[in-house]
Structures are given as C-alpha cells and as structure tokens.
C-alpha cells in the first residue's frame, strides 16, 4: 500500500511508489518478530512516561515498570535457557532497544539492571555466579548496579583506582576507595533501588596489581534499604534527562566480600593468594573483559536509531500538513515541506536514519555471531568493538542533530512537552557519553584502522614496499597537480548533466567515501610513523599532535560503513518503485556525506571545480524527487499513535488548516469579506493613470 501524498505546486510529480508494509519487512531485519512484539508492548500506556513526574516519582514508577518487563518475558531472552532465558543474544537486544520509544529512562534503567549487571554476571562470571545470582537478577528482586567509572577518571577505566586487596588469612577481599576522585560516579540503580553491585576495582594479591576486575558486592540490607557498613553512596538528584533513572555515587571504606564474589572467568585468586589467568597478557586480558560487555553500544545504537525514525516520523507527518505562507498562489499557503529548505533540514536526516538503521542491522548480526558462538574467534570480537565503537558514536549524535533539528522544524509546536521532541532530546542527550565518550570511542576506531594499516605493510618485501611508495608518488602527482580534476573535467565534457550522471553513480560515491578513509588514515599513519621509536613523552606529543586527524579519519570510516550498508540493504528490496526511491534515498545520503567534506576532496585534488558546482543543485534535485515519498519513507518505521504520541503527528494540524481553508473559501465567496488595503491601492493607482 502506498500512501497518497497530494502534490502542490511547488513538488516534483514521481512516476515512482513505495510499498510500505514491504518496506517495513525490510526494515525490522532478522528479528522481525521480537521487535514487532516488543513494539507492542512499549505501546502499551503503563509503560509510557508521563511528562511532569517529579524525578521521585519517576524513579518509582520506572522501577515499577521493570516487573512488568519482567512479566512479559520481555528482558530474559540474552539468558541460559537453564534459568529461564533463550540464549538469544541478537534478539533480547532488538527488542530491548525498541523500549526507548516507551520511556528512555526505562529502556536504560532497563540496560542497567539486565544489560550491565545481568549481563557482567554472566559473561564475566563462572556457573556457580550465574545459578547463584542471575535467577534474582532476572526477576528484580535484586536490583543491581554496575559500578566501574570513578569520578576521577571517566572512560580511562584502565586507571580507575578502587582497589580489592586479598587478605589469605580471612580468604576474603578488601574493597577501598582510596581518594575522593575514586568514587564511583554516575551508577544507575545507586542513589535508591541496588542492592549489589558489579565494582570495577585493581585486584591486589600477594603485592602485585593484576589490573582491573569484577567483583559481586552487596551494597543495602534487603529488609531496610540502608547501606551495609562501610558502603556509602550519594544521590545524583535531577539530571538533565532520564530523571527515571536514580543514578548516584558510591564509594567503599575497607568492605570485605568472599574470595568467591570475584567474577572469575578471565582471572582468579587461588585460597593461598595466587592468580591465575587464561589470557597471559594483562593488557589483553583487560580488552577481553570489557569486549565482552559490548552489548550496551550496540543497543544505544538501536536506540538512537529508533528515537531518530520517531522524532523525523512526527516532523514530516507535521510538515506537509502544516501550511505556512502563500508564495505560490494568491489563495493557497505553501505546505512546509514543499519547500526546498524544509526538504534540505529534513531528507538528508532521514537518509541518515536508513544508513543507520541498515548499519545497526549488521552490527546487531555480528554481535550475535559472536555472543552465540556462531563466529567468536578474536579478531570477530575486535571486529564487534570497533564496528560498535564507530556506529554507536555516530547514530547517538545523529540522533541528537534530528531530534533538534525536527524540534525547530516544528517550529513553537515543537517545543511543546506534549509533542515528545524537546523530552527525547533531552533524554537521548547522556547517549553520546554512555558506555563510552563519542570521541574517545572514535580514537579507539582510529587505533584499529592504524593498526590494520600497519599490518599490510609490517612482512611485506622490498619490492612490493617500493611499488607501493611508487603509486604513492604517483597519487600525489595525480591528485596534488589537479590531474584528476582535469581528467574529470575532459570525461564531463563541462556538462554538468555528465557530472550529475557521475555522481549518482553508486560505484563514484563509493570509490570517493573510501579514497577519503584511505588517504586519511595513510597520512596519520606516515605523520606519526616514528613515534614508536621516540622516548615515550616525545612520542605522545606527536600523537597528540594528530588526534584530530585520527578521529576525523575514524568518523569517516564509520559513514563509509552506513553507506555500504544502505547499499547493500538495497539488494533484499525487490518491488522496482521502492528501489527506486531507496537508491536515490542513498545517493542523497552519500551526496550529502561528500558535499559535508567538500573542502576535503577540492582541497585533495579528489573532485573538479565542475562536479563541486554539479553537486549542491543535482542534491535538491533528488529532494525534490523524494518529497512525494517523505510520508511513506516514514510510514514504513512502523510505529503507531501509541509510539508517537505526539499531538502534531496526530491529524490534528490538517483538520486545522482545512478549517482554515475552507472558512477563507465561503468568505471570498461571501459578499461579507471585508477588501484588503493592497486591493484599494492597487485600484487608486490605476484610477491615477487613467
């Protein structure tokens, strides 16, 4: 089915159609059926938040919410099947993510108590720690906290400084938070409702440090809420979102836990004092315990991915039935998204949105080859933590920029509460900083891509070295020279009907997306090639001298990645008009990515003066294309009014401007309607002349 959007003057008529309902199939990917479930259910009213709670009565009412996730069955999928779960890794977070069109603070409250806690239990922990604690996790009748980032060092979690000290006289560890800086800070469940918690902390045995581990630490009395000796904690109070949430701060003064409460499945301290490891290197070994709480990223990418298609679903529904001004017709105001900034403040977002959505589609497959054992060798683990690093970093900023840009695309109506923008925005805010700064995230995609550079080169003989600094000359004579954009020029002919054809061409769009990853990455990689043999300071400093380049390189790998998504997601659609409209949906969204670093690629010789000037004007030609298919585009998100619940999304604006419409109508046909000023000046001036 195909939505009828009536065109307007100022819209391009399209021969093409999209279908929907197939398009939505597309769209729900792999798990199709859990995320139309947990639809259902983040539909339902109990679990929705309601707007003006104060942030006690909505730190109640989220934790209320969490039985009733518990009894839907609704949170256990990622668990044995021994204690009631399905071991489905990929599922339980599709349908998770979906959580966050309910309540944000649910979803991470949620994620806390099940993605984190739950989930360190279980992967950090033996099977003793699982059939021991997980069945009461499972259950919330222990809410839990994940305690690793301090106050004091944030996502250095390699330098946070609690420590757990073994004592082999009373086989028992010593859990210390030594200065005011290495408090735990910011921990979900921590200012009210944990009863223990995962401590992050340096394990001390027999005078070595062994680096960071997990440790099982009961936090409160369950009978009386109070903290256990020792334990002391404080109440992060209002926040500037997810006020469901009671994140607090929690320190430790000489509290002593079982030798046992170590989660012992990377490391583990013998009765007499000795550790022991199956990974010989700490730094290794470290890397493999937090990789395997990687889960969080991926389903902030999901989310962020679903707040995004919420907030452009509201916005374009609200712009082509909102009519603004009368440009076109003496009579008849212009619908807002008929209008080419309109089109340009809200397409390329939706096409970012479907790079996204396809993105985290792969993202969520390779996690469950890897948490489900199908594919879990280490290289598919790093693969998994740098394609979360990458793609989380940029949906939640993505999701960030729409939100904000679909609330002043709504212009006064947006900032209402009622509407859900100006309240997802602030919610969603937090998510470039959970489960890892953005910008640290992209500097550990950077050290990945540096690393593989290196890797091509490192057992590489001496002549395919020389060949390969040979076309690197070569390059840079082509491209610093302006050869290439002569050459592009000649095969234009100065056409810029030739540059448009080119650059709509998947194949352009793709060699220029990885020429630009590429090339970033080869230089950092040349610029920085002699640190290693530096003494360490002189070596930082030439690092750091790079770091903005390492990162922008790292950026760019990841939009290379959402549109190789997207490309490859245009394969599994078979209806022709929605083919269509999906690649030039994707040619929009690469256009945009190019035109976005356009001073890059004139700066680097990579694209003519010709194709530059092509660009800008052959991209709101594809808007114009796209605009009679902006409401199915969004339709096929699949979320209802129950998701929404926004009142512009609603209808309400239509009847409104139909009113309108039909009020001036009778009147100009009336003989009441008063004369406009400008029609008597008009008359007076042309009496004058005569």
């Given at each position: ?326 440009a076109a017709s003496d009579t008849e105001e212009v619908v807002l998204l008929d209008y080419q900034r309109h089109q340009r403040r809200l397409l390329p977002l939706l096409a970012t949105t479907y790079a996204a959505a396809f993105a985290h589609e792969e993202l969520l497959v390779k996690f469950d080859d890897v948490f489900s054992g199908a594919h879990d060798t280490d290289e598919d683990r790093q693969d998994l ?306």
């Amino acid at each position: 089915m195909t939505n009828v959007v009536t065109a307007s003057p100022l819209s391009v008529p399209d021969e093409d159609g999209v279908d929907v309902a197939a398009l939505g199939e597309v769209l729900l990917g792999q798990w199709a059926e859990v995320r139309l479930t947990a639809r259902e259910l983040a539909g339902r009213p109990e679990l929705h938040k309601v707007e003006g709670l104060s942030h006690t009565e909505h730190r109640k009412r989220v934790f209320d919410q969490l039985g009733i996730l518990v009894e839907n069955n609704a949170v256990h999928r990622a668990f044995p099947t021994r204690l009631g779960g399905s071991n489905d890794p990929g599922g339980n977070v599709a349908g998770f993510e979906e959580l966050v069109i309910a309540d944000p603070s649910l979803q991470i409250k949620g994620g806390v108590q099940w993605g984190l806690f739950g989930s360190a239990v279980m992967h950090l922990g033996n099977q003793e720690h699982q059939d021991k604690w997980l069945p009461g996790i499972m259950s919330v009748e222990i809410p839990g906290c994940f305690a690793m980032t301090e106050i004091g060092h944030g996502s250095d979690v390699a330098s946070i400084a609690t420590t757990a000290t073994y004592d082999s006289e009373t086989q028992e560890f010593v859990i210390n938070t030594p200065f005011r800086a290495a408090w735990k800070e910011y921990i979900g469940n921590a200012a009210v409702d944990g009863l223990a918690a995962v401590v992050f902390a340096q394990l001390i045995t027999k005078g070595v440090n062994h680096g960071v581990h997990a440790f099982y630490v009961e936090l409160r009395d369950p009978t009386t809420k109070k903290f256990l000796p020792g334990v002391q904690g404080l109440d992060d109070n209002i926040k500037g979102g997810l006020n469901g949430i009671d994140n607090g701060r929690l320190a430790f003064n000489s509290v002593r836990i079982p030798r046992t409460n170590l989660l012992n499945r990377y490391g583990d301290v013998a009765v007499d004092g000795t550790y022991s490891s199956p990974i010989a290197s700490p730094g290794r070994r470290f890397f493999t315990m937090l990789g395997t709480l990687v889960q969080g990223r991926v389903s902030l990418n999901g989310a962020a991915v679903a707040a995004s298609k919420v907030g452009l679903k509201i916005a374009i529904q609200y712009a082509t039935e909102r009519r603004q001004f009368n440009a076109a017709s003496d009579t008849e105001e212009v619908v807002l998204l008929d209008y080419q900034r309109h089109q340009r403040r809200l397409l390329p977002l939706l096409a970012t949105t479907y790079a996204a959505a396809f993105a985290h589609e792969e993202l969520l497959v390779k996690f469950d080859d890897v948490f489900s054992g199908a594919h879990d060798t280490d290289e598919d683990r790093q693969d998994l933590e740098t394609l979360a690093a990458a793609l989380k970093s940029l949906t939640t900023w993505h999701a960030l920029d729409t939100l904000q840009e679909c609330r002043e695309a709504c212009g006064g109506a947006g900032f209402m509460v009622e509407n859900r923008l100006t309240s997802l925005r602030a919610d969603l805010d937090v998510y470039a900083t959970f489960e890892g700064d953005n910008t640290v995230l992209l500097q550990l995609v950077a050290k990945r891509l540096l690393g593989d550079y290196s890797k091509e080169f490192r057992n590489l003989d001496f002549g395919v070295l020389a060949r390969f600094f040979a076309g690197q000359a070569a390059d840079l004579t082509i491209n610093k020279t302006g050869l290439r954009q002569v050459a592009q020029f000649v095969a234009d002919s100065g056409s810029a009907q030739k540059s448009a054809k080119a650059l709509k061409d998947a194949d352009t769009q793709n060699q220029m997306l990885a020429d630009r990853v590429q090339t970033m990455v080869a230089e950092v990689a040349g610029a920085i090639r002699e640190a290693a043999k530096l003494p360490k300071e002189k070596g930082a400093e030439v690092f750091n001298a790079h770091q903005n380049e390492l990162i922008e390189a790292a950026r760019a790998h990841a939009e290379l990645l959402q549109w190789e998504a997207f490309t490859a997601a245009l394969e599994r659609v078979n209806d022709p008009g929605t083919k269509r409209v999906l690649t030039r949906l994707r040619d929009l969204f690469g256009l945009t990515l190019i035109e976005k670093h356009l001073d890059w690629y004139l700066m680097n010789g990579r694209i003519s003066m010709q194709r530059a000037r092509t660009l800008s004007p052959y991209i709101n030609r594809i808007l114009a294309k796209l605009r009679p298919h902006a409401v199915d585009l969004v339709d096929a998100f699949g979320y209802g009014p129950e998701h929404l619940r926004a009142t512009i999304a609603t209808g309400i604006e239509r009847e409104r401007q139909d009113e309108a419409r039909d009020y001036y109508r009778e009147l100009r046909a009336s003989s009441h309607a008063p004369i406009d000023e400008k029609t008597l000046i008009q008359k007076a001036k042309a009496a004058s002349k005569k």
